[in-house]
């Protein structure tokens, strides 16, 4: 008998370590889906709810026949399901979703879903096991809980920002990284916060669900490594330092003869000594000042200076293949058509080529950076980011239906 409830995905993957995981995903924009992306290539069932408009990220970034290629990525391996939360409708079909879930990720500011009658406390109501991952710009609490924030917000007063200056450089902004890095963070630590609150719940004795509390600020601030201790105990305020760190020496990005770049990290102690003899400085290898860690950075200028010194003299690939050689780590600074033409990215099947019927052709997908024995990465992208709404009716029409107790 033919099924007429729309598409559904393809049977679960028992490869897959979340298969047979319900989440609800609330999210928009990037931290909650991206935490829920994770999930879904991992192996969770994610019911992806979008209002009528669908998910601003539809329309983010380069469009192919009149589709964000972005989307495909972002929403692959997921159901997308339409509902007007503004609705009760909606409200109530949301509550029937979380009655038949492990969990679910949202990122709206803290307190909407209360004020629209779905919060922790009635959703649990009616299913006590639900996991809640809650991802905002400030966090539930705090003077600043209900001030708008987007990525940017969290990279500057998480500390990062000030950190990716040039030093002296006071005519031009700090610059970004490029991607919108505390809502990857943020996501990140949901999805792993969520695993582990349901491993949690299922060895705890009444089985009962919790509520994470995620912010942008903390994900950023918790990346800022040994920079707390040093303030409190020592009163010092780490500055930015442009491509070099503080604790490690010599780590830096250098000039090539060709314009490029290449960034060398060579701060072990056997490490700093093979690059030393390599650039023809065998008097910086024997220098008692240099012999530990703590003494090149104290005297990281004259080491940088050396080294930029030898690569001048050498195209970013002459100087990468000749520190290589002798086991020094570094690497030119790839753009993303290095990244597509090396060999290593091919070999790992870093790009999976995903066929995707909005957009009408192949999308390249970047493959889950995990691997798990005994799973192609490429069996880990099961679709593409859906069309807006294209499992209402498996979803709503027959999956819950037959989850009715």
């Avoid at 500057?156 to 902004?173: I, K, V």
């Avoid at 918790?222 to 604790?247: C, H, N, T």
């Avoid at 060709?258 to 220098?287: H, Q, T």
Wanted: proline share 10%.
């Amino acid at each position: 008998m033919p099924d007429d409830h729309g598409p559904k995905p393809p049977p679960e993957d028992p490869r897959l370590p979340l298969s047979g995981l319900r989440v609800v995903e609330l999210g928009h924009y990037i931290a909650a889906p991206f935490a829920t992306r994770l999930l879904a290539d991992l192996g969770a069932e994610v019911i992806k709810v979008e209002p009528p408009e669908g998910d601003p990220h539809r329309d983010w970034g380069a469009r192919v026949n009149g589709h964000a290629v972005w989307f495909s990525i972002h929403g692959r391996n997921k159901l997308s399901v339409t509902l007007d939360l503004k609705t009760e409708e909606g409200r109530s079909r949301v509550r029937a979703l979380c009655a038949r879930a492990d969990a679910l990720v949202e990122n709206f500011r803290p307190g909407y879903l209360e004020r629209i009658g779905l919060g922790p406390d009635v959703l649990r109501a009616e299913n006590p096991r639900l996991v809640i991952a809650r991802v905002s710009g400030y966090g539930q609490d705090g003077p600043y809980r209900d001030k708008p924030a987007f990525g940017a917000i969290g990279e500057a007063m998480g500390g990062l920002r000030h950190l990716t200056a040039n030093p002296g450089q006071t005519d031009l902004p700090p610059p970004r990284c490029g991607v919108s890095i505390s809502d990857d963070l943020a996501g990140m630590y949901a999805a792993l916060s969520l695993v582990s609150a349901c491993w949690g719940r299922d060895r705890k004795p009444d089985g009962k669900g919790t509520t994470i509390d995620l912010d942008l600020v903390s994900s950023v601030f918790s990346l800022m490594e040994g920079m707390l201790p040093e303030y409190g105990l020592l009163g010092r305020v780490r500055q930015p330092m442009g491509a070099a760190l503080p604790s490690a020496a010599p780590t830096n990005t250098y000039p090539c003869a060709d314009g490029k770049w290449l960034a060398v990290a060579g701060n072990s102690d056997l490490i700093f000594r093979r690059l030393m003899l390599e650039i023809g400085r065998p008097d910086l290898a024997e220098d008692p000042r240099m012999a530990s860690n703590s003494g090149r950075c104290a005297n990281a200028a004259e080491l940088d200076a050396a080294i930029a010194e030898w690569t001048r003299t050498r195209t970013a690939k002459e100087a990468q293949e000749a520190l290589e050689a002798v086991q020094v780590p570094c690497s030119r600074l790839y753009d993303m058509k290095d990244c597509v033409e090396d060999p290593h990215f091919q070999a790992r099947d870093l790009m999976l080529d995903i066929a995707d019927p909005l957009v009408g052709t192949t999308v390249p997908h970047p493959a889950a950076p995990f691997r798990f024995e005994g799973v192609p990465p490429r069996d880990m992208v099961r679709w593409p980011g859906p069309a807006l709404g294209a499992h209402n009716d498996y979803v709503f029409g027959k999956l819950l239906k037959e989850d009715m107790p």
